[in-house]
């Protein structure tokens, strides 16, 4: 059973910055989609940032880009997004998500292209 175990998060002042992991259990990890979605109250789930594992290859929100940077640890089938100049806007529950290695997406910031998902992990910002 696949497993996106998610930590990081929190509350921080505009400005600031703030650091997510997600650590997948996947049998294998290289080769699929791993990323993060948000979805604020009220709102719909919105895709944030994504990267193609072994590639290495990302893709961000207009929303985000030149803020957040995603990177991965091979070695532990982990990625990382790094979240700076935080706006109050950022605030959401953040979840991790994963396709299967070689599934093909149509489009990467839909979240019904994603197999897998963690639990998610508040960012408050204020």
């Known amino acids: 059973q696949v497993q996106m175990v998610e930590s990081g998060g929190g509350s921080v002042q505009a400005g600031g910055s703030l650091r997510l992991s997600c650590a997948a259990s996947l049998h294998t990890y290289s080769g699929n989609c791993m990323g993060w979605f948000r979805q604020a109250p009220g709102k719909e789930r919105e895709g944030v940032a994504f990267?193609?594992?072994?590639?290495?290859?990302?893709y961000y929100a207009d929303s985000v880009k030149g803020r957040f940077t995603l990177s991965e640890d091979n070695a532990k089938n982990t990625i990382f997004l790094q979240m700076n100049s935080l706006k109050p806007e950022d605030t959401a529950v953040y979840y991790c998500?994963?396709?299967?290695?070689?599934?093909?997406?149509?489009?990467?910031?839909?979240?019904?292209?994603?197999?897998?998902w963690g639990r998610g992990t508040q960012v408050t910002v204020s």
């Open positions: 990267i193609y594992t072994g590639s290495g290859s990302t």
């Open positions: 998500a994963g396709t299967d290695p070689g599934d093909v997406l149509n489009d990467i910031l839909s979240k019904d292209e994603y197999r897998h």
